[in-house]
Every structure is written in C-alpha cells, then in structure tokens.
C-alpha cells in the first residue's frame, strides 16, 4: 500500500456484523459502501478485505471524507445501519484531549452500531 495512500482500518466484528457481506469467494473481496451524513451528502467508501494479515478497511473515498469533514485524531465516526440505510455521525474530540500525547490518542477508533 503506498504510504501516501489514506485508510480506514475497520474491527472484523464490527464490519461482519454492520456492512453488507463481502463475496470472500472473490480473490480481491471489495464492495462500495453508501452512507449518508446529517446534511444527506452521500458519500461513497470502498470496502476492501486485503493485506497481510488480511483486514477490512475503507480505501477509496475515505480521504476525502476525512479532508472535508476536517477529521482529527481523537475524532470519533459513527456508522448507524437500519432500514433506511447506512449514515454516519461524527463527534469531535475535545479540546482537553489535544494535549495528550499522540501515541495516546493516535488510534482510528470506528463505532458501527446496528
């Protein structure tokens, strides 16, 4: 993966349980992800379950949605499914969190609730 290349890495459980299943059959298993946000801007994310050791991670679109959404470490993104779809949420870190240390606070958390 180049280093300049932006992912998401999902947790197995969360991604089996909350997005739609991959086709493992497949020798590269990926699928585009929708989900709206609470202005309805759609945004698009490529699931992809590749690596070593093989992971789930969001790929394409994910950069972007980090840039426009001015994500920070410490920021948390929540994923809801239900009927109507998929949405995402995003609660922001607060300021009290910038001064702990980035070791600390550096790991991408997801919360993907059915």
């Known amino acids: 993966m180049p280093a300049h290349m932006v992912v998401f890495?999902?947790?197995?459980?969360?991604?089996?349980?909350?997005?739609?299943?991959?086709?493992?059959?497949?020798?590269?298993p990926?699928?585009?992800?929708?989900?709206?946000?609470?202005?309805?801007?759609?945004?698009?994310?490529?699931?992809?379950f590749r690596g070593t050791p093989q992971r789930h991670l969001f790929t394409s679109g994910w950069k972007?949605?980090?840039?426009?959404?001015s994500l920070a470490v410490g920021d948390s993104v929540v994923f809801l499914r239900g009927e109507w779809g998929i949405t995402n949420r995003i609660r922001k870190s607060s300021p009290q969190q910038s001064n702990i240390s980035s070791s600390v606070i550096s790991k991408k958390r997801v919360c993907i609730m059915v």
């Open 30 to 48: 990926s699928q585009w992800i929708v989900a709206k946000d609470l202005h309805d801007h759609v945004w698009k994310f490529k699931h992809t």
């Open 64 to 69: 972007q949605f980090v840039r426009k959404k």
């Open 9 to 28: 890495l999902l947790f197995k459980k969360d991604a089996i349980e909350c997005l739609p299943l991959l086709d493992m059959s497949q020798q590269a």
